[in-house]
């Protein structure tokens, strides 16, 4: 079993920044990337940006040149520093624990409970 949690959303005015993290302990058959979702009411979750243990990453067009992703293994925690924020990204942020594989991200079914990112304008 995986267990994820997150921390650090808030509410920034846009053009602002916050910096998620995601604590991450157990272990999971074939994990072996961390990826950050959000989710907006009435739509479904979307990858914004997903690592893995050897560094390797991969962005939502939306957010490329604005966010970064990153991971500090020895710790066990995955991080979201979102720049240039903008009301849009307004969202609850997910962390999940997944497979990398082909260049794409899979999803799993361990995740966080979430957090909560409010841009105003």
């Known amino acids: 079993q995986v267990q994820l949690v997150e921390s650090g959303g808030g509410l920034v005015q846009a053009g602002g920044s916050l910096r998620l993290s995601c604590a991450a302990s157990?272990?999971?058959?074939?994990?072996?990337?961390i990826g950050w979702y959000r989710q907006t009411p009435g739509n479904q979750r979307e990858l914004v940006a997903a690592?893995?243990?050897?560094?390797?990453?991969t962005y939502a067009e939306s957010v490329k040149g604005r966010f970064t992703i990153s991971r500090d293994n020895a710790k066990g925690s995955v991080y979201l520093q979102m720049n240039g924020l903008k009301p849009e990204d307004t969202a609850v942020y997910y962390c999940?624990?997944?497979?990398?594989?082909?260049?794409?991200?899979?999803?799993?079914?361990?995740w966080g409970k979430g957090t909560l990112v409010t841009v105003s304008s």
């Open positions: 157990g272990t999971g058959s074939s994990i072996n990337a």
């Open positions: 999940n624990a997944g497979v990398y594989a082909a260049n794409n991200y899979y999803g799993m079914g361990y």
């Open positions: 690592i893995t243990f050897g560094g390797t990453t």
